[in-house]
């Protein structure tokens, strides 16, 4: 146990190190965090500084018992880092030099969590005010500590002539600036630095860097329009406040946008007014301004976006994936999902396939605040709701069929004291008949309406479950020929106002085609019925909290284990590749939301594959869905995609799963099942992946994946019970 | 009828007068008559493919299947149909209730092959009946097919085979109950008052190689009560929720058989049958209704499966004939000779049917004796039938003859005619050609002292 410990602290050194480098540009990499440490050890002093007072802090911080997470993560080591360097950068390293930095890194643990605590009552971010105040103590305070020498110059590096070599290349001196700004970061003003900051932040993402250089971008040109020098840019932090807002801002902390983008440049001349205000203020204490605008600006802003009382625009980041296009992609997966998990689905109320006689907005009586309502009755093959003669109620195909409850819920009215009208007759004073209102919590009702007399096989009180029998349809009330009344509504009142809800997921078949519907408004004349759930699929896409998959694919095993995450999403993970994928599985459609890790692994394959599946068999029936960005195309495309995809998504990713081939409908045993992704941009075709499901009776029995000319088979391992 | 066409000559004929009240129509009769089937002139059918002949209407197939679905399925979520092969086995038949979502009922080898012949997976045939030898029950174990056991010599013949293969069978029980009708067919399956088919469940629930998926009932034929049902299927339902109480073991399926009456007119009934066969809609409420009043839980409702042959197919059958002569009995009666008899028309021992002229009369008509054409003395059609007068060469069409015709008829005398599909656009398939001398004596052996012989 001992020995597990150490080396799980030993890895969250090692990744928090690298982390609160790759923090400080708002990204959370190794590589980027190991090229960061580089940079800054172009000036040796500064870059041993930096690493001493991370590797201080966070050593600290354990002992401490703090969040690991954190610590792992470099939230408690960024600001560390940059006191660090910049203690590099001021001062010689003397003795005292290092008596003094564990204790600077102790100062700056501290005021992290003390802003920490102060901002996460507003659930507010601390940004760079731990190195701001610790940097400004340390440089107020210094002055009395005699044995503290100043960094007169940094002559002794011997290349320091090369370095600064980079600074007189022959480049416009907007480039110059930019580069040197980002280099001021790490206390160093130098174009080598900053170039391979810059190119870095390419690589890690797109999105900031086109901000960084937007950002700075807009800065250069205020700074000339406003008449302040543009070398002032130059100066230690003054061009980084601009980059790090935009930053922040556009994509970091807001979901990139369009609107985001606009937000950023409209903020600029505001930072200039904090900095150069603020530079004042702090004149009278000798204190340079810093990062302070931009810690500022874009605390202020956040705070302002909370306080909306609509989120129309400029989304807030929840989940923090530390990338702006991971934000962005994300936080277009889950809107998607969003508008499926908002609702409560509502099953249809009967069995087999009936018609909508009248949908929402129906010209007859669905209108004024009545109008989201439906009316259901029997048709036979040609389209007739009744037999010859048609006199009787009993010739109504629909009458006395039983009439199911949409949802579970407890039974909160019934009216059961109105006679069946004869046909044509219409009852308009006890216009609802015969009903029953069942409660499914949350503020939601339902009412079914002119039921036939005495068919309750409920009463009020009852639980009832989703597709439990509780009465027939019959022809009481307002009701000229016997049909099924429905609606959703937001009280227990028989008659009370519709409420406009979908249904969950329902079949509509045109001739012998079916499509499924998910969430949607059936419409008027659709023949619809509820999905019927075939218990092969049903049992296969089962995957609870403990199931396991093994696979094995190109000669590689994959163990998969289903988990929950602290969101109460359920995801599977591949052990080998350390590979998530999120998923939903409502009882009718199994399908992922979300996947996060290694796009070369076989999860990543079933999780473009089986990306929606409905879990009833329909022959010819084909389910259809985007991709939310996740689909993997060639790294060229993908950063085009990257540049372009806060204003607009020009590569497109769809997935079709068609149902080929079941054995059986209510004892199946064998299926087949194919599913085609396809990224394009317009009508062009980038790429595409066929997936062939085949199940057997335990579940999954392999997977056939057609990528190009290649194919692949993966197949299921299980484990043979002892 | 076009203008240009000639009169045609109909002979008089002298009517009893039946003391009534009077009325402007006199004594005529709104027989219409049948020139079409599903939009094809009779005489067309008759003209390429002789007479008699079968005529069989696709349409009304699917139209019939697809209204018995509705009245089940809007009733009960989980509904299966099982094609009758008995009922009617040709092939083209067959296929059509399969394209419609049909498993297959089969109670013979020979069926069962046939099933198999045309393309029903083995895991879709319900194998009933009580006939069932060693190699057949294997060949069903095999293919995992459902196997109706009917009596314990079948079980025990079952469990042989099964642990000689070493490999579980999918069976149910065929339980005879008292429903209340005459004459109780408790010549089939086990029965349960006397807890004959508690005892099977038992044996078969206590043997590893057999699993019981189902239990089955058949009541009895052309049953004009729809209670008869009900209380079937409650006797049913309470074996299952005993097996469930017992052994905890959810049952798959429930099969309530066959037996739905069509709208033939039985021989003695003296109303007719379109009056009193109850529907679908009739025989579904008291099935279904039956089974959702007890508590099965929502995911264990037995699949309830459903094996109506003749009330699917009747309707959809149609013989067309000729009359071949007319003549007078001794006590003055008319009577008529027609081209198809008992032979081909086996039901018209059972039904009085319904025939009527497929050419234009005029509105007066006679009793008639119709007979075949077979030199033997029980072929009568109908024993008394108001027509109009028909001559010699008239046509005829027999309504209501798709179920069992096609599959008791007899080679005796004549040879069987050929049968045709109309199919959903009204275009005419042969789908069983007439049989000749060559199909009948293909099967005959001719010892060879036999070959040769002299008349003197």
Known sequence: MRSLNSRINLALHFDGFLYSYSQIFFARSKWYGVLLILASCINPYIGISGLLAVLFTNIIANISSLNSIFIREGLYGFSAAMVGMGMGAFFEMNSFFFVLLPIVALLTLLLTLGFQGLFNKYHLPYLSFPFLFAFWIILLSTKYFTQLHPMISNNIIGYKDFINGFNNLALPEIIITFLRSLGSVFFQSNVLVGLIIAVGLFFYSRISFTLAIIGFGCAYVFYSIAGINTRDLNELFVGSNYIFMAIAIGGFFVIPSTFSYVIIVLLVPMVALLHYGMGDILLPFHLPAYTIAFTITTLLFLYLLKWRFAVNYLHPVVVQYSSPEKNLYHFLASSKNYQYSKYYPISLPFWSEWMVSQAHDGKITHLGDWSKAFDFIVLDDELKSYQHPGVSVDDFYCYNKPVLAPGDGYVATIADNIEDNIITDVNTKENWGNSIVINHGLGLYSQLSHLKKESFKVKVGDYVKRGDLIATCGNSGRSPEPHLHFQMQLTPQVGEKTYNYPIGSYIIRKEKNYELKTFDIPKEGELICNPEINVLLKNTFNLIPGSKLNWEWQGKKESWEVFTDSWNQLYIYCKENKTCAWFVNDGVVFRFTDFEGDKKSFLYHFYLGCYKVFLGYYMNLSVEENYALTFKNNLVVEYIQDLTAPFFQAVKADYQLKYMDADSLNYTTKMELESTSRSKVGAMVLKEIQCRISLDSNGFKEIIIKEGNKTTTAKAIWLKEL | MSAKEKLRYERPSIRKMNAGLMNKFGTRTEYAPVTHIDAVPVKRIIDEYGSPCFVISEKTIRKTYQSAQRAFKTRYPKVQFAWSYKTNYLDAVCNVFHQEGSWAEVVSGFEYEKAIRNGVPGNKIIF????????????????????????????????????????????????NMDVGVYPLWDRFGFNYESFGAWNAITKIMNTENLELVGLHTHIGTFMLTSNAYAIAAAKLCDLAIN???????????????????????????YLPGNDISPGFDEYAEAITSTILSYDFKQEELPLLILETGRAMIDDAGYLLGTVLANKRLSD???????????????????????ISPAQEFTHHTEDVVMYGPLCMNIDKIRESINLPPLNKGAQVVVHKVGAYNMTQWMQFIAMRPNVVMIDMKNNVHLIRRKETVDTLTSQEEMPSYLKKFKLA
């Open chain 2, 243 to 269: 097996i469930k109480a017992k052994w905890n073991k959810a049952i798959q399926y429930i099969d309530m058989g066959g037996g739905f009456a069509s709208t033939n007119t039985l021989r003695g009934s």
């Open chain 2, 128 to 175: 009933n009946g009580p006939e069932k030898s060693l190699a057949e029950l294997k060949r069903a174990v095999e293919n995992e097919s459902m196997i109706h056991i009917d009596h314990f010599d079948e079980l025990y013949d079952l469990i042989e085979v099964c642990d000689k293969l070493n490999k579980k069978a999918k069976v149910a029980i065929r339980v």
């Open chain 2, 332 to 354: 003055g009666r008319k009577a008529m000779i027609m081209d198809f008899g008992v032979n081909i028309l086996f039901t018209a021992f059972w039904y009085e049917h319904k």
